[in-house]
Nanobody, 118 residues
Framework: VPLVESGGGLVQPGGSLRLSCAAS????????QAWYRQAPGEQRELVAR???????DYADSVKGRFTISRDVAKKMVYLQMNNLKPEDTAGYYC?????????????WGQGTQVTVSS
C-alpha cells in the first residue's frame, strides 16, 4: 500500500485534528503529495497540496485553518486542521503523483473519516 492515512475521528466545532500519511520511499521522493476530501453526496475536492520543494496551496475554504507539511526523514505528510467546522466533515484521502493539468495524482490511500459535530 503506497499511502496509509491515520488520525481521523470525531471532534467538536472549533477543535483540531492532525491527519498523518505514511508514504513509501519512492512515492515520497519523486512525487508531490496532497490531501483530498469527499463528503457524502459530494465530489471529491482538493484540500491542500505540497510539492517536493515544500510549496503549498490550499482550497479557499481551508486557508488560514489547515496546514499541510511533510517530514522528509520519516516519509510522512501531515494535515493540521484547526478551527474545524461541521462542513469539514468528510472522508480525507492522502494522494500523491504528478498532478498533471490539476488532476489528482495516481496514488491513493484508503481514507480516514473526520466528523465535526457537537
Amino acid at each position: 500500500v503506497p499511502l496509509v492515512e491515520s488520525g481521523g475521528g470525531l471532534v467538536q466545532p472549533g477543535g483540531s485534528l492532525r491527519l498523518s500519511c505514511a508514504a513509501s520511499e519512492s512515492i515520497f521522493e519523486f512525487f508531490a503529495q496532497a490531501w483530498y476530501r469527499q463528503a457524502p453526496g459530494e465530489q471529491r475536492e482538493l484540500v491542500a497540496r505540497i510539492t517536493r520543494d515544500g510549496i503549498t496551496d490550499y482550497a479557499d475554504s481551508v486557508k488560514g485553518r489547515f496546514t499541510i507539511s511533510r517530514d522528509v526523514a520519516k516519509k510522512m505528510v501531515y494535515l493540521q486542521m484547526n478551527n474545524l467546522k461541521p462542513e469539514d466533515t468528510a472522508g480525507y484521502y492522502c494522494n500523491a503523483g504528478s498532478f498533471v493539468n490539476g488532476a489528482p495524482g495516481a496514488f491513493w490511500g484508503q481514507g480516514t473519516q473526520v466528523t465535526v459535530s457537537s
